[in-house]
């Protein structure tokens, strides 16, 4: 017998809000209110924002841009997307997102099934909710992203200079 859920309804301002590594992350829905069935935030990536090139080992990962321009890198392609576009990230794939423009950026990001959000709130920094700033990161910030995603099956790909 399935257990019944209540329906969630969440305003734009609403939704726990975090700040990882310089990104503001809202979150609409996380695995308590889908069963654990997917999770999804919204994202505000500052210009020069976004994350290092990883592989998730169990979900899916989706985006879609709301406002501005995101830089894929998925698999050593390169992809600029704008306002209206969307993309997939299957399981396994190396791929990372970046601002490259002079401006703020917004998407929606889901993964399926959920669980990717729990390690968002383990590493970010709790934000009002109408947040749109997250603090510049800093090294600790970063030395402990890398030390928790292993245990969310996330393997980081540290850039080599």
Do not use: C
Not at 115 to 140: C, H, I, S, W
């Amino acid at each position: 017998m399935t257990m019944k859920r209540e329906p969630v309804i969440r305003k734009s301002d609403e939704g726990r809000t975090i700040g990882v590594v310089g990104d503001v992350y809202r979150f609409f829905a996380t695995g308590e209110d889908t069963g654990g069935k997917y999770a999804m935030w919204e994202a505000v990536v500052p210009p020069g924002g976004g994350p290092p090139p990883h592989i998730h080992s169990r979900e899916e990962e989706a985006f879609y841009v709301l406002e501005g321009e995101i830089t894929f890198q998925i698999d050593g392609q390169r992809l600029v997307a704008s306002a209206g576009m969307f993309a997939n990230m299957p399981v396994g794939s190396l791929h990372s997102f970046k601002n490259e423009s002079g401006e703020p950026a917004k998407m929606l990001i889901s993964v399926a099934p959920a669980g990717l959000e729990r390690m968002f709130f383990e590493v970010g920094q709790p934000l009002k909710n109408d947040g749109t700033t997250a603090p510049v990161p800093t090294m600790d910030d970063i030395e402990k992203l890398l030390a928790v995603a292993p245990r969310y099956g996330i393997e980081i790909v540290v850039p080599k200079h």
